[in-house]
């Protein structure tokens, strides 16, 4: 990290940098174009908005999105993907370390000079009790990621992310084509249930370049070498993020020989209370019933309460 001197020269001179990175067309290339495409809506034209990256690997759209004024959240379990996240993004951080659990703790890396906070840890050990609820969540690739680590943990991923998203938030969604660890629209249906809203917005090919993880690929190696080299024959780490090292960011699946994967994306919002009371109303007022002009609320039966 650099010496704490000047900061505020330096917070200017990296704010300065990451503007100029946003406008620089090659970094734009990497940021998903369906979500600068449709960011309105995610944000329905808010703005400072507080926004969750579940399992955000090291993607460019944390710094796109914090550009645009927003305040950033991200998870992510793998630090290799946080530390690439701030170099690529030529970010300083501070780093602390917070209890989430009563058994754990995260590492935070807080950057300076723009406004993202990454949480290193496991996503089912967040709540909202530690990160309270957000406006929006951008959620890239995290389901068939989800899906491979056993379909049965979808809806505990699914519930949590329903409770950090305020009653008007909104959720979108990409999920890429994971060979049979797709999430489909149908699925997204049945997982986000009937309070919840699916809509489908679009979908893209993706082409996968080893070079874009080329470094941290290097990086494992080294480290592995390192610790086998620290190792006696036959013992093995006990639980650590390594053990979901298969479902990261390299390890995407294609669906041809050539690389390719689809994705498709989804935006999911809490179904609208009033237009759901209203809707409740029409069909009291329904099929073999006469049509009154009004239907007071005092002349329907009263509900009884349960002591
Ligand atoms: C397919 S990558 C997607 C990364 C990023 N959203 C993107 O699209 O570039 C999935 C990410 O989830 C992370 N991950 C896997 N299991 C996790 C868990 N239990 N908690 C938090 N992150 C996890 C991986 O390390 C990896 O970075």
């Given amino acids: 990290m650099a010496p704490k001197s000047d900061k505020k020269r330096e917070s200017n001179q990296q704010n300065k940098k990451a503007t100029n990175k946003c406008e620089d067309p090659e970094y734009l290339e990497k940021v998903d174009p369906i979500l600068m495409k449709n960011i309105r809506e995610l944000t329905a034209g808010r703005d400072n908005l507080r926004i969750f990256v579940p399992m955000c690997g090291k993607t460019h759209d944390m710094l796109w999105l914090a550009e645009q004024g927003h305040a950033i959240t991200g998870a992510e379990i793998n630090p290799r993907y946080i530390r690439a996240f701030f170099r690529d993004a030529e970010l300083e951080y501070e780093l602390r370390s917070e209890q989430i659990t009563t058994k754990t703790k995260a590492n935070i890396y807080e950057a300076e000079g723009q406004n993202i906070t990454l949480y290193q840890c496991d996503i089912f050990d967040l709540s909202v009790e530690v990160l309270s609820q957000f406006d929006a969540i951008w959620d890239q690739s995290a389901l068939p990621v989800i899906n491979e680590i056993g ?157």
């Fill in 151 to 307: 379909a049965e943990r979808l809806k505990d991923y699914t519930s949590l992310m329903q409770t950090l998203l305020k009653p008007d938030g909104r959720h979108m969604v990409e999920v890429c084509k994971h060979g049979a660890n797709f999430v489909d629209s149908k699925m997204l249906k049945s997982l986000f249930g009937d309070k919840s809203d699916v809509r489908y917005i679009g979908k893209r090919i993706w082409k996968y370049d080893p070079q874009d993880f080329a470094e941290e690929e290097c990086e494992e190696e080294e480290e592995e070498k390192e610790s086998m080299g620290n190792k006696k024959h036959g013992e093995h780490d006990s639980h650590t993020h390594e053990e979901h090292e298969s479902h990261g960011c390299g390890e995407h699946g294609h669906d041809d020989d050539h690389g390719k994967t689809q994705m498709f994306y989804h935006l999911i919002t809490f179904k609208d209370e009033v237009s759901a009371t209203s809707k409740r109303k029409r069909k009291i007022e329904e099929p073999g019933m006469k049509k009154s002009k009004k239907t007071p609320q005092r002349h329907l039966p009263k509900r009884k309460c349960k002591k």
